[in-house]
T-cell receptor, first 115, second 116 residues
Framework: AQSVSQHNHHVILSEAASLELGCNYS??????LFWYVQYPGQHLQLLLK??????LVKGNKGIEAEIIKSNFSFNLRKPSVQWSDTAEYFC?????????????FGTGTRLTIIP | NAGVMQNPRHLVRRRGQEARLRCSPM?????VYWYRQLPEEGLKFMVY????????ESGMPKERFSAEFPKEGPSILRIQQVVRGDSAAYFC??????????????FGQGTRLTVV
C-alpha cells in the first residue's frame, strides 16, 4: 500500500521568506502526485499535479514542486511567501494503474505567514 | 459549473442518532469519493462510488457506516448510531468518467460532524 509522509507539521515564516515543504511517498510502482491547499474555512483546492514528463511542475504565483524519484520526494517550493499563503498544505499520491483512483494523503503541514 | 456541493456544512448529532451527509458531484462527474479528516490528521479515504455501484469501500468502518450513489440524486454517506469518535470533517470529491486514475478530483467544502 502507498503512504505519504509530511514531516513538517507546522511551519511559521515571515513574509518574503522562501518556502519548502517536504513530501515523501512510498509505493512499489508508478504514482501520480498532488499538492492540495486548504485555506482557512475553505475546501481543498488542487495546487499542483504530477502525472508524467517534466519532473518540475509549476503553478501560479511562483509555486512549484519537483519529483525526485530516486528520493521518493515531491517537495513544494515558493521563493517568496505572502500572508495570503497561510493555509494547510496536503501532499497526496495515487497509483497510476487504471481504476485505483483513491488518494492517499499526508497529515498536512500548517503554514503560518507572519506579516 | 457549480463545484462539488456538500450539505449540511455543519451537523450536530447526539450519541445514538443517525447522521446523513449529502454530496452532489460536479456536473458531468460520475465518480464520487468520500474522505474523513479527524482532528490533527490528514484525509483518509473511505469509499469510492460510481452511479449505483460501490467500487472500493476499503476505508469504510465495518459497522454503522454506509454509502450510496443512486442513479438520481446526490451521494449519501450514512452513519448510524453515531459515537463521539465519529466527530470529524467529511469531504466528498468527484471526478469525470473514463480517464482512469489520471484524473483530477474536485473537493467539496466538507461537512463538519459534531457528536455530543
Amino acid at each position: 500500500a502507498q503512504s505519504v509522509s509530511q514531516h513538517n507539521h507546522h511551519v511559521i515564516l515571515s513574509e518574503a521568506a522562501s518556502l519548502e515543504l517536504g513530501c515523501n511517498y512510498s509505493y512499489g510502482g508508478t504514482v501520480n502526485l498532488f499538492w492540495y491547499v486548504q485555506y482557512p474555512g475553505q475546501h481543498l483546492q488542487l495546487l499542483l499535479k504530477y502525472f508524467s514528463g517534466d519532473p518540475l511542475v509549476k503553478g501560479n504565483k511562483g509555486i512549484e514542486a519537483e519529483i525526485i524519484k530516486s528520493n521518493f520526494s515531491f517537495n513544494l517550493r515558493k521563493p517568496s511567501v505572502q500572508w495570503s499563503d497561510t493555509a494547510e498544505y496536503f501532499c497526496a499520491v495515487n497509483p497510476t494503474n487504471f481504476g485505483n483512483e483513491k488518494l492517499t494523503f499526508g497529515t498536512g503541514t500548517r503554514l503560518t505567514i507572519i506579516p | 459549473n457549480a463545484g462539488v456541493m456538500q450539505n449540511p456544512r455543519h451537523l450536530v448529532r447526539r450519541r445514538g442518532q443517525e447522521a446523513r451527509l449529502r454530496c452532489s458531484p460536479m456536473k458531468g462527474h460520475s465518480h464520487v469519493y468520500w474522505y474523513r479528516q479527524l482532528p490533527e490528521e490528514g484525509l483518509k479515504f473511505m469509499v469510492y462510488l460510481q452511479k449505483e455501484n460501490i467500487i472500493d469501500e476499503s476505508g469504510m468502518p465495518k459497522e454503522r457506516f454506509s454509502a450510496e450513489f443512486p442513479k438520481e440524486g446526490p451521494s449519501i454517506l450514512r452513519i448510524q448510531q453515531v459515537v463521539r469518535g465519529d466527530s470529524a470533517a467529511y469531504f466528498c470529491a468527484s471526478s469525470p468518467p473514463g480517464k482512469g486514475s489520471n484524473t483530477e478530483a474536485f473537493f467539496g467544502q466538507g461537512t463538519r460532524l459534531t457528536v455530543v
